[in-house]
């Protein structure tokens, strides 16, 4: 009687387990889209100011940087600062939705050491569904989680380098605004460095509120355990 039980639990332990992998590797390939669209949103973006740029040239050769050049590069390149806007805009939703993936691969994680524990020793991601399981899933430092809105953090992402270019456009957009107002080569230099340090820090605040912002609907169901108190000697 009793050698009819282990077959029934373990028809229902492969059930689940088929029902985990299949909703793990459905996470997988989100997440494979959400990196090929950031790419080409960087791509199209890139692809647009270098065109500007080849177009501005060749205007700047036929006007000689005259008021037809000035008009025509302030409208282009206010353009690319639109397009450049709403580029860091989706890069950083991207980022949240990819952060919102990982944390989904360690709740599947943690169900897959529930129905077999002993497998733990041969896990190198997290089981654990809060920040500190998350940065451990991404090969991030857990003891710099609290470095994660700095700006040489933001620096090395997609939307930190990205945001240095249009900080760029919005410096050159505002030197040509100067000087097709008759400004002197300082007042435009000036201004170019106002336009810059403004949408940069701009930026950067945005970036840095949306890395310390988490989603509501992703509260920690299997939160890291307490660190052990270090003894003190």
């Known amino acids: 009687m009793s050698t009819e039980i282990p077959p029934v639990r373990d028809a229902s332990t492969a059930s689940k387990l088929q029902v ?15 990196y090929t669209e950031s790419l080409g949103r960087i791509n199209m973006f890139l692809a647009i100011l270098s065109g500007a740029v080849i177009a501005l040239a060749l205007v700047a050769q036929a006007d000689h ?26 890069l950083t939703s991207l980022n949240g939705d990819d952060f919102r993936w990982v944390l989904g691969m360690n709740r599947l994680r943690s169900a897959y050491l529930e129905l077999h524990p002993e497998l733990e020793p041969h896990f190198i991601t997290s089981p654990y ?3 500190p399981g998350a940065l451990q899933t991404l090969g991030i430092d857990a003891t710099g989680a609290d470095r994660l809105g700095s700006l040489f953090h933001g620096l090395q992402t997609l939307p930190g380098m990205l945001s240095l270019i249009v900080a760029s456009v919005a410096g050159a957009l505002g030197g040509l605004i100067a000087l097709g107002f008759g400004g002197d080569p300082v007042v435009v230099v000036i201004a170019g460095i106002i336009s810059f340090a403004v949408l940069w820090v701009l930026t950067a605040v945005w970036g840095r509120r ?24």
């Open 210 to 233: 949306s890395v310390r912002r988490l989603d509501p609907q992703l509260q920690p169901r299997f939160p890291s355990p307490p660190k052990p108190p270090t003894s003190r000697g």
């Open 129 to 131: 569904d809060d920040l």
């Open 20 to 34: 985990l992998a299949t909703e793990h590797w459905s996470l997988l390939a989100t997440r494979s889209l959400t």
């Open 65 to 90: 940087f005259g008021p037809a050049f000035i008009s025509i590069a302030v409208f282009m390149l206010s353009v690319v600062l639109l397009v450049g806007v709403f580029t860091i805009a989706r």
